[in-house]
C-alpha cells in the first residue's frame, strides 16, 4: 500500500487528475500471483482515502488455484471484480463483472448508453456455464503441465526460463543468443516440429497450456526441445 499511497491524488489540481479508483490485477499478466494478504492491505488503505478497489482477474481462478484459497477470498478484497470466461477457462468468449447490486445495474445502464448488448446470447452463456462447471476442476492440470515445460525449458543452456516454477499456466522466456534472427530461427524450428507460439514480444515468449493442449502434445514437445535447443546454438 505505502507505493500505491504515493501515487494516490485526492486534493484538486488543475494539472493533475484526481484519483478516484485503484485497479489490481490478480494473477498479474507476467504470470505471477499476488497474496491475499497484499490485497487486503492495499483494500484497508483505499478504504482509509476513500477509494474504491476493481480487480482485474481474467485469471481469477488461476490464482486462487495457485494461493490454495477459494476465489471468493480473493474478491472478498475488492469492491469490483471481472474475471474472464475465455482466457483460463476454456470457452470461446466471455467475462463476467461482478460487484454490488447498485454496482451491476449502473454497469447496465452504462452499457445500454453506449450500445452495448446482444441479443441470442444464450449459447455463449451456455458455453460459459460448461466452463466453470468443467473446467474449473481440471486447472491444476494446466498448471502441472506448464511447471513441466518450464522445467524441460530451464534444462537447456539455450533458454533463460523467468520462472523455473511458474505459479500458473504460463512460461516465460528468452533465447539466451537473443536478437531478431535467432528468434525466428526458433519460430522456423518449432513450426518444423509441429510446435507452434506467437512470435516473441520484446523479445519475450510466452508459451500457455489450457484446455486445447494435451498430455500427448506436451510430451511431444518435450521431446523435441533438446534437438531444437541444439541447433538454436550451433
Not at 45 to 71: C, K, M, Q, Y
Request: proline fraction near 5%; glycine fraction near 8%; aromatic fraction near 6%.
Amino acid at each position: 500500500w505505502p507505493d500505491i499511497a504515493s501515487r494516490v491524488r485526492l486534493e484538486r489540481d488543475q494539472h493533475f487528475p484526481v484519483s478516484s479508483l485503484i485497479c489490481l490485477e490478480n494473477a498479474l499478466s507476467d504470470g505471477s500471483v499476488q497474496p491475499v494478504h497484499s490485497m487486503a492491505e492495499i483494500k484497508a488503505g483505499a478504504e482509509t482515502a476513500g477509494l474504491p478497489v476493481h480487480l482485474d482477474g481474467a485469471r481469477l481462478f488461476n490464482a486462487a488455484l495457485s494461493l490454495g484459497v477459494n476465489a471468493s477470498e480473493i474478491a472478498g478484497e475488492v469492491d469490483s471484480l471481472m474475471f474472464c470466461l475465455s482466457k483460463g477457462l476454456g470457452a470461446p468468449v466471455g467475462s463476467l463483472l461482478c460487484g454490488p447490486e447498485d454496482f451491476i445495474e449502473e454497469a447496465f445502464y452504462k452499457r445500454k448508453i453506449m450500445g452495448g448488448g446482444m441479443r441470442q446470447a444464450g449459447i455463449l452463456a451456455a458455453a460459459g456455464l460448461v466452463a466453470l462447471d468443467e473446467e474449473l476442476p481440471r486447472l491444476v492440470e494446466d498448471h502441472q503441465m506448464a511447471q513441466e515445460l518450464a522445467k524441460a525449458f530451464f534444462s537447456l543452456e539455450a533458454f533463460e526460463v523467468f520462472t523455473p516454477e511458474p505459479d500458473i499456466n504460463m512460461v516465460f522466456l528468452k533465447l539466451r543468443s537473443g536478437g531478431d534472427a535467432a528468434e525466428s530461427k526458433f519460430l522456423r524450428l518449432l513450426e518444423e516440429a509441429g510446435i507452434l507460439t506467437y512470435p516473441a514480444e520484446g523479445g519475450v515468449f510466452r508459451f500457455v497450456t489450457h484446455r486445447d493442449i494435451s498430455g500427448d502434445q506436451l510430451s511431444h514437445t518435450l521431446k523435441a526441445l533438446p534437438q531444437i535447443a541444439e541447433e538454436l546454438v550451433d
